[in-house]
């Protein structure tokens, strides 16, 4: 059993940045590869970002790559998701997810390479 609790969501003006986290519980963090999504209403789940459990590869698509950035601290079993240069197509609920496994494969854009999620915290940019 794992629990993913995310924080640092909140209403933020264009332009400006902000840090979501997401702490994990368990021992195991370091073992699993990590990911984070997001939903606006009326939209479909979109992929933001993955990292391998060593933190050594990353991947993010690119409507975001350039502004966001993921990291993770496995010490304190926490992923990070920077965001910067924010824009009102931004606003959605962010969520975490725990890998199947180690590695940022192909694929890792896809939900059902995921076993664990957050319940998500909301993200407003404000024009």
């Known amino acids: 059993q794992v629990q993913l609790v995310e924080s640092g969501g909140g209403l933020v003006q264009a332009g400006n940045s902000l840090r979501l986290s997401c702490a994990a519980s368990?021992?195991?963090?370091?073992?699993?590869?990590m990911g984070w999504f997001r939903q606006a209403p009326g939209k479909e789940r979109e992929f933001v970002a993955a990292?391998?459990?060593?933190?050594?590869?990353?991947y993010l698509p690119d409507s975001v790559k350039g502004r966001f950035a993921i990291s993770r601290d496995n010490a304190k079993s926490t992923v990070y998701l920077q965001m910067n240069s924010l824009s009102p197509e931004d606003t959605a609920v962010y969520y975490c997810?725990?890998?199947?496994?180690?590695?940022?494969?192909?694929?890792?854009?896809?939900?059902?390479?995921?076993?664990?999620w957050g319940q998500g915290t909301q993200v407003t940019v404000s024009s």
């Open positions: 990292i391998s459990s060593s933190g050594a590869t990353t």
């Open positions: 368990g021992r195991t963090f370091s073992s699993y590869a």
């Open positions: 997810a725990k890998g199947r496994g180690s590695l940022v494969l192909a694929g890792a854009q896809e939900a059902r390479m995921y076993d664990y």
